[in-house]
């Protein structure tokens, strides 16, 4: 089975520029959540998506959003980026049935933005 | 808010020594527990997980952990560590609460082990 691959690897932006990273799931799996862990910090919760709503949400100003496809892959688009935002940018995916437990993350290797 | 704390931040052993890493979590409610482990250059990959029944749960690799309620913790243990136990390891939690995604992470703990 394919795993939870996510791109760009790498990217660097400017303060105020807007940011598209993607992401698409473990085959079988319909939920797709997204994770900041900035350096020498575990990760933190954005959000998630299923059925492609947004179903559940952490601190994080509405400048972060996303969108979730049909094909369960998914986005995260940070606008107004600020040098904080620098953090390499997890998606996990899940199904409800799956693994004995609806909370069995399968992450991808992230994508590491860069904002200067 | 949930939270959980990893004793930790950096763990030195030598091959063959015994490891405990250290979890505390705050949510005094039903929780899932989880660690998952990032080996250099790789993704976050799940050891183990704790959803109920026997409280020692065994991982992947010869790991395992023990689940205590009174003590709000879950910390990890192996009885001989190999060079390539290197990673770092994260605990995190889940309360009966929130989305189904939403894992709270503690701050890691870096272990190296010498040959």
Redo the contacts between chains.
Sequence with gaps: ETGVTQSPTHLIKTRGQQVTLRCSSQSGHNTVSWYQQALGQGPQFIFQYYREEENGRGNFPPRFSGLQFPNYSSELNVNALELDDSALYLCASSSPGGDSGANVLTFGAGSRLTVL | AQS?SQHNHHVILSEAASLELGCNYSYGGTV?L?W?VQYPG?????LL?Y?SGDPLVKGIKGFEAEFIKSKFSFNLRKPSVQWSDTAEY?C?V?DDG???????????TKLSVKP
Aim: hydrophobic share 40%; no cysteine.
């Design positions: 959980v899932n989880f998952y790789q993704h976050l990959q799940l997980k959803f994260f995190a889940k929130g989305s189904q995604g939403n894992l709270i992470f503690g701050k890691g």
